[in-house]
């Protein structure tokens, strides 16, 4: 399997001097496209640490990240903007979709960023999106009517649609009933095997079901579940 | 950019919690264009009514010993007239008359004017046509705004229709007709009409004309041509009328002339305290309308900085670069500060209009009060929202500058 992310030694420490919080450490670890990582831990173990530094949202203390072979610390945030536009897709568990947007506008909002499709291309897409997530009834919708379901599904909708190699999600589906948990699962599996990296921090023993690899963070550290055992 | 000017406006647009902000910030600015336009309105109504009406400006000085014969009146007259600040003096018989002139008469008025004398030194400024060629000619002076009645008990049933337009009348003569008390000998008197003056200006009635020294004695003793001998201890004889410069100089031309030995008194009095307290208390409501609008600014901002911070850091994760942010921002803040001013300035215009339509409706045709819509306060209002708004930008700037991956 191709390696999209490539962590080296990774080492996240929160504070400065005297007053500081060491939360990762020599995080080392490549995912790959095509999979499904499940991370666990305990809370307060990390995991959002480490969502947040594969989402270049904020840097590691030390060691090294690559993305598609670029190292990301010699990289500008402009250039780091561009990675998250069109490299990665974020899914949150509370949704967060603009409550004054329309579902459809919504699917469109990272899209106003790509130059090189035409407005009508666009359009295509975000209604194919909306479509394959069943959703193509619910377009001209708010947030505040649509269920818990159909908002985590315009979420992913709103993730894909710049066609990104990566997936981050933070507990997708700690806000859904256990059949919608189920939906959106599968398609996050879909997705995976359609090869893209599915990286989900859950404690749902369901996601870990889906997952192919799952990861805990142990020790301020990241080992495979199989590897640890 | 374009993308961005969409996605502000129309994340503002949809925004209905940003629309009862425009109403409150709209109701707000247009209170405080109320209440500066009743202040202006006000202080430039006394300043018409009181300091400009020369009928606030005038005085009656009797002497206190009575004079002998006509030369010591005279002199009387030329030693008031010396003093500083007073224009002119005339005597109290040729003060004022009422006329009841036929040309003028219509269906609806009965023709009647007030007739004051006057010289080139006391006539009030002339619009139209020219001051009196002569003092001792038979001239009139007219109001613009011309209503030959007694307006002061006509007002509810006059309306703008009835006006006479004397402008095409300027240099045309007009006879009055009138008899003698004694042996109702008719007299003529041809006036010429050679000027008209604006009284809204001065607060001045609608019928009030004026005429000459020269005129007013003739219409006197022709009048009462009965009168044996003048007695000078009457008062209509020996007093004067005493035309002051400026309203502010009353008070010390009232002191010269006691000095002189006369009694002193206004013609007309005005409390112009009970104004200023008017003024005062609008002044102070208006500083606490500004100070209640930058408490709720800096309110709406925070709120507003707390609601948006969760879009502009979704933006953020979804690719947006911080540049792009800050335009957003920036245009957002824009955006909102143009919609309110936009609002409050298109019904400040309407305000007016109707106001101003309204005011031509009688009876108001003769209330000479005038409305200004002061705009000074919104310019002022304007540059603290754009103040307010600027700070608020460079604080959400920095405040997006730092915003890393605090997960949402």
Redesign the interface.
Same mark, same amino acid.
């Given at each position: 399997m191709e390696t999209i992310i490539k962590l080296e030694n990774l080492k996240k420490i929160y504070g400065k001097d005297d007053d500081n919080i060491l939360v990762l450490n020599d995080v080392t670890y490549n995912f790959s496209k095509g999979k499904f990582y499940c991370i666990n831990g305990k809370s307060g173990s990390g995991k959002?640490t480490l969502?947040? /530094?594969l989402?270049l #949202?904020?840097s590691p203390t030390e060691g090294k990240i690559y993305i598609d072979d670029k190292e990301i610390k010699k990289i500008t &945030? =402009?250039e780091k903007? =561009? /990675? +998250?536009?069109?490299k /990665?897709g974020?899914i949150?568990q509370?949704y967060?979709l @603009?409550p #004054?947007?329309t579902s459809y &506008?919504n699917v469109m #909002?990272?899209m106003? #960023?790509n130059n090189n499709m035409s407005k009508e291309q666009k359009r295509k897409k975000a209604y194919e999106l909306l479509k394959k997530m069943d959703l193509e009834s619910r377009e001209t919708h708010f947030p505040k009517e649509l269920s818990g379901g159909e908002q985590q599904r315009v979420a992913i909708a +709103?993730a894909l649609v @710049?066609d990104p190699d990566i997936i981050l999600a =933070?507990e997708p589906t700690g806000s859904l009933d256990s059949e919608n948990e189920e939906n959106i699962l599968q398609i996050l599996k879909k997705l995976s095997k359609q090869g893209k990296c599915i990286i989900v921090v859950s404690h749902s023993k369901e996601v870990k079901k889906y997952a192919d690899i799952i990861l805990t963070i142990k020790n301020k550290s990241l080992y495979e579940e199989s590897y640890e055992k | 950019m374009k993308n961005s000017v969409y996605l502000s406006l129309g994340y503002l647009l949809r925004n209905k919690k940003m629309f009862v902000c425009f109403i409150i910030m709209g109701l707000i600015m247009s209170i405080i264009i109320i209440f500066s336009s009743f202040n202006s309105s006000a202080q430039n109504n006394i300043k018409e009514a009181a300091f400009e009406n020369p009928l606030f400006n005038r005085l009656i000085a009797v002497p206190n010993v009575n004079p002998t014969n006509e030369n010591e009146i005279k002199e009387m007259k030329e030693s008031i007239e010396k003093l500083d600040n007073v224009k002119s003096a005339f005597r109290n018989y040729e003060y004022y008359n009422y006329l009841n002139i036929s040309s003028f008469k219509t269906k609806d008025l009965e023709g009647g004017i007030s007739l004051y004398v006057a010289n080139n030194k006391t006539l009030p400024e002339i619009v139209s046509g020219h001051n009196f060629p002569d003092e001792n000619g038979n001239y009139l002076i007219c109001p613009q705004n011309f209503y030959p009645t007694n307006v002061d008990f006509r007002r509810k049933e006059i309306n703008s229709s009835m006006k006479i337009d004397l402008e095409n009348k300027l240099g045309k003569t007009f006879e009055y007709k009138y008899k003698s008390i004694k042996n109702n000998k008719e007299y003529k008197l041809n006036f010429e009409l050679v000027g008209l003056y604006k009284n809204s200006k001065y607060s001045i009635d609608e019928d009030v004309c004026y005429t000459t020294e020269k005129v007013m004695n003739d219409l006197y003793f022709n009048t009462n041509d009965n009168i044996e001998k003048i007695d000078l201890s009457f008062d209509e004889y020996k007093s004067f009328y005493v035309y002051v410069d400026k309203y502010e100089n009353v008070e010390r031309v009232t002191e010269n002339l006691k000095k002189m030995n006369f009694t002193v008194s206004s013609a007309a009095h005005i409390d112009t305290d009970f104004f200023k307290e008017i003024i005062t208390n609008t002044t102070l409501f208006v500083v606490l309308i500004y100070i209640v609008t930058i408490i709720f600014l800096i309110v709406i901002l925070i709120y507003q900085f707390n609601y948006d911070e969760k879009y502009y850091r979704l933006l953020f994760y979804l690719g947006y670069r911080k540049k792009q942010l800050y335009i957003m921002y920036f245009l957002n803040t824009i955006f909102k500060i143009l919609i309110s001013f936009i609002s409050v300035f298109i019904f400040s215009i309407i305000m007016k209009f109707s106001l101003l339509h309204y005011l031509k409706i009688k009876p108001f045709i003769f209330y000479k009060w005038k409305v200004i819509i002061n705009y000074t306060p919104l310019v002022l209002l304007f540059f603290i929202i754009v103040l307010i708004s600027v700070l608020s930008t460079i604080i959400c700037i920095k405040e997006i500058d730092k915003m890393e991956g605090d997960i949402l």
């Open positions: 959002s969502i947040q /530094i989402g #949202l904020i &945030e =402009d903007a =561009d /990675i +998250r536009s069109k /990665i974020f949150f509370s967060y @603009n #004054l947007m &506008e #909002l990272p106003y #960023l +709103r @710049n =933070d | -």
